[in-house]
């Protein structure tokens, strides 16, 4: 793990350097809206720490995994689908679909994400 990576986008997000839509900072962690939303609900909650994928970031053994899924539950009840129900997705790698090597929950929610859809 290294504090951050100079060519990665997020890293850039932390530091202030490229533009996002915040929606919350923690001590931590920083969480802001898909620039590309799959869901009416869709925010991404990343460490402030560079960490390329969910794998490496659970090894580090710092925590920030928990970290993580906790600023995901407080992100979903301020975007009021909580109750409801969200999904909290890791793409790691990318034969699943990670195209951005800075580990990233993404919180999903607002419709029907029930599996199988139907």
Request: hydrophobic share 40%; net charge negative; charged share 20%.
């Amino acid at each position: 793990m290294t504090t951050s990576e100079p060519d990665c986008l997020f890293c850039k997000i932390v530091a202030g350097e490229v533009p996002a839509e915040i929606v919350r900072e923690g001590g931590s962690t920083v969480a802001f809206r898909d620039i590309n939303p799959q869901a009416p609900t869709h925010v991404l909650v990343i460490p402030r720490d560079h960490y390329p994928d969910a794998g490496a970031a659970g090894r580090a053994g710092v925590g920030i995994m928990d970290e993580i899924a906790r600023e995901a539950h407080e992100v979903a009840e301020a975007e009021g689908i909580a109750a409801s129900g969200y999904r909290l997705v890791f793409n790691t790698g990318p034969g699943a679909g990670q195209t951005v090597f800075h580990v990233h929950g993404h919180v999903l929610g607002g419709r029907g994400l029930e599996w199988p859809p139907g």
